[in-house]
């Protein structure tokens, strides 16, 4: 049997896609945000795959943090769910928290958002350096700048 597109056109799906230039605005978003407040951060925006499409680091942060906020924008493209939420899911059971110990990237620490537009994931959203609600509300500040949404 042959997988022909011919009366099947699910197999082919449309989505909307994050390119550079919105990832670099949503770069510019957080740190302008939390320069307002004071907090020093460091920002990376993933694709759906968390492959890195745009980032930055304050005058400051220390350099782990981008890889902390790289791994926050990770978790959030690839597990499709804020890193909040994964921390919910991960602390369920003593099987989950001992598996996800051994995963590398996966981080369950606030201020990774999945970015979300069309009903789609387009990508992940990290922000390191700050409190965790603070660094969360860098990165939802930057989605609304744009128009798009954590939530699918």
Sequence with gaps: MGLGVEGNASLIEMKPVLRSAPALQ???HVL???ASRGWSVAVVVADPG???LASARMDG???ATLGFAADKA???ATMRRSTRDFFTRMNGTDELRVGLANRPRLITWQGGLPICHEKAV???IGVSGAQGHEDA???E???RSLGLSSGI
């Design 141 to 143: 500040a930057a989605l």
């Design 74 to 76: 990770f978790t959030a």
């Design 137 to 139: 509300e860098c990165a």
């Design 61 to 63: 942060v220390a350099p």
């Design 122 to 124: 387009i990508g992940g």
């Design 50 to 52: 968390g492959e890195v």
């Design 26 to 28: 949503l770069v510019h």
């Design 32 to 34: 302008d945000h939390a």
